[in-house]
């Protein structure tokens, strides 16, 4: 076998081996996580032992692990690989470095949905009526998204530009809303863009599980046409087979959806799209055949890492995890940062 | 490694590979090339030269679908070019740009790696991996395979991009300007190391590149294309094109051309521009 070819293999290889591992972490720490909070720190060991019904936990640990923790710990999982998965595919299929799930407008859509429910209480489902006009609002967005995308000559730019720009616009509604809120109706808007875990149910977490696993292995289908489209441009993807236009559009539709399905129901949560893909790329490299799952990974990880410190460090306050993630990621993210300068292409 | 530069086997096959009939491209209201028509034979290096503006990139890039052409037909082994799905297109024709930039960290590996994605469908096997390995010696990058294509020279990545190209393995090589971030011997290495694939391939293979060099275009080229204001104003072997009065009224400079006794190579001694402004 060619010496170069021998070395790609093992380097490969190094990568996956290295892709089990930080998934073991992840999957470790997921259990850590499930027997530590406020009260009744149970350990690691007893914790594996409920989960795995090899114990009978009393009804209060039952009830703790069960109802309070497994949906946040199961949304945090969820959350971060959905999150920053779009964030990968984004970067890549815009080309640009910058750009996050909340690039889209998505966000905006859906804190202006929450607004709307909030403030001028008009909402489709009463019953679920934050939840529900968050994501329908976010679809909006995904609306305008498909529309752009069947103009014959958007660029990346195009979309980046039309993401700022609903951004403005659905800032400025929020504003004025806001300006005639009561105090209470502006305490639960703040509390919506804080970004929190706590809200979601064990059904809603599982629903959510599902939605998420269902539209992942559509991301890696799209790994070849990234790494294209990542590398050289509109020109240089169609020279390698990859039609640019429809592609991208395609790639943003599934962002922007699992981007919506995860704020409707947590609130933003921004960071962790733009950090975890970065920092995957320093761990694994470009080739987004393994970026996707490196992403997945990390923005899982980070996403748990946050809300576990968020809701131990000042118990039996919890800290919504959009803050945590911000406070902790943020110098993580800058250290990585400047320790390979320019190394994310930054 | 160099033989010298300039002994070359001018290809004569007459299967017709790709052929261009009336084609116009505009821009809105500017037409940028007016009723282009030529064929392209396997085994032929064509140079298109014409001044900056003359209309080159934007030929390359109508043949490959980069540019949608507004009138006329572009056929690769007689198929509609405007019809061919992108991934049939992308195996027989690949297009190296003029530069190519990134903001992420891709290895070079991975890169030429990417000319095999028209081929594969997601895994790649080891003989992709042993095809990329081989065609990064062909062009002297084997060090720079596990480097970070965003930190190369412009001259390295420009190799790259070409070796790029030869993984994908197609029948035509587009070229824009392939060697205009490169030294003079990397410039004659590639060249000669493109005129071997073509050869090597029976009469299966042709190039054609964009080029501002005019003895490049002399030694390499089976053919050349005078591009002038959009429309090919000659068409033919080296020495018939290069001519001191193609020369004055393309690019506006005097030249003297002196011709080789022992083989077909000619030299393009640049004179000064004829006028100031042109």
Redesign the interface.
Known sequence: ?????K???E?TGRQIRLLAGLLFLTLFFALFSLGTGSSNNLGLVPTMKIIFGLTEPTGLQSDIIWRLRFPRVLMAIVGGVALATAGALM??CL???LVSPLTLGVASGAALGAAFAIILDFSFIPEVAIVANAFLFSLIVVGVIIRLGSMRSVSAESYILVGIAITFIAGAIVSTMTYFATDAQLSQLTHWSFGSLSRPTLTDSVIIGFLVLSLLPMGL?F??DL??M???????A??????PRITRRNILILSALLTSIIISFTGLIGFVGLAAPHMS?LII???Y?KLIPCSAVAGALLMLFADTVGRTLFAPVVIPVGIMLSVIGGPIFMYLLMKHKG???? | MMETPGELIRGGDSSVILKVENLHFRWGANEVLKNINFDVSGNEMVAILGKNGAGKTTLIKCLNRINQVNEGKVTIASKDVSKMPLLDLSKSISYVPQTVRTSFPMEVFDVLMLGRRPHVSWRTSPLDKDLVSQTLRQFGLEELAFRRFDRLSGGERQRVVIAKAVVQDPSIYLLDEPTSDLDLWTQLLTMETIRDIINDSGSGKSAIFAIHDINIAARYSDRVMLLHEGEILADGPPEDVITRSNIAKVFGVECDITQATNDHSMNVVIGKPITKRM
Request: net charge negative; proline share 2%; glycine share 20%.
């Open positions: 076998m060619d010496l170069i070819t070395s790609h293999i380097k970067q890549g080309g640009n470095p289908i790994a070849w790494n294209a990542a590398l050289g441009g509109d020109d240089f169609i020279s390698t087979g990859v039609d790329r490299g470009n080739d055949r190394g994310m292409g930054v």
